[in-house]
T-cell receptor
Framework: SQQGEEDPQALSIQEGENATMNCSYK?????LQWYRQNSGRGLVHLIL?????REKHSGRLRVTLDTSKKSSSLLITASRAADTASYFC???????????FGTGTSLTVIP | DGGITQSPKYLFRKEGQNVTLSCEQN?????MYWYRQDPGQGLRLIYY???????QKGDIAEGYSVSREKKESFPLTVTSAQKNPTAFYLC????????????FGQGTRLTVV
């Protein structure tokens, strides 16, 4: 069973707008990570947030983590056409060595 | 030039055949993972390995097999028992500690013909 579920499944916005996507997970985690995938390619790491952190920033990215709700959000500010991609959350579990990915959000930024 | 190499990029398999997907890394990472991605879907974990000569099943291991004879290599065999193997297969590595990112190969697209 997949560890993470993301919503929305698809998101379409105008260039310059902010994009927010959410991730919910099922079991206790050590950390949560966000990845980006361009069509037909491998995934690229964006940002990692530890389980004892609530918010983290990296450039135009802002990630929040609420362990009580088992959820995280990724905010991309001032979006660009080049941000068009699929975005996945991934969880390192507190126990075990599995590394699970969510179902992903497909983001389209319209120039 | 460090990284993860998956080969081939495209692979066609006849029904009833076994095929092996290659994943090689020179990052000196301990952990390696195989994921399957269906169109418009997320990544599902097939197998993972934390050390040489040891590996564990993920959520969808049926019809697949792996080996980890060398730290650098984690090949995935898609057997004839896998009834719906057409998918995009991704190999990833991590250093083995929890607070690290995963690195991905560029994937192999397997099609049954």
């Amino acid at each position: 069973s997949q560890q993470g579920e993301e919503d929305p499944q698809a998101l379409s916005i105008q260039e310059g707008e902010n994009a927010t996507m959410n991730c919910s997970y099922k079991t206790s985690i050590n950390n949560l990570q966000w990845y980006r995938q361009n069509s037909g390619r491998g995934l690229v790491h964006l940002i990692l947030i530890r389980s004892n952190e609530r918010e983290k920033h990296s450039g135009r990215l802002r990630v929040t983590l609420d362990t009580s709700k088992k959820s995280s959000s990724l905010l991309i500010t001032a979006s660009r056409a080049a941000d068009t991609a699929s975005y996945f959350c991934a969880t390192d579990l507190r126990t075990g060595n599995q590394f699970y990915f969510g179902t992903g959000t497909s983001l389209t930024v319209i120039p | 030039d460090g990284g993860i190499t998956q080969s081939p990029k495209y692979l066609f398999r006849k029904e009833g055949q076994n095929v092996t997907l290659s994943c090689e890394q020179n990052l000196n990472h301990d952990a390696m993972y195989w994921y399957r991605q269906d169109p418009g879907q997320g990544l599902r974990l097939i197998y993972y390995s934390q050390i040489v000569n040891d590996f564990q099943k993920g959520d969808i291991a049926e019809g697949y097999s792996v080996s980890r004879e060398k730290k650098e290599s984690f090949p995935l065999t898609v057997t004839s028992a896998q009834k719906n193997p057409t998918a995009f297969y991704l190999c990833a590595t991590k250093t083995g500690t929890r607070l690290t990112e995963a690195f991905f190969g560029q994937g192999t697209r397997l099609t049954v013909v």
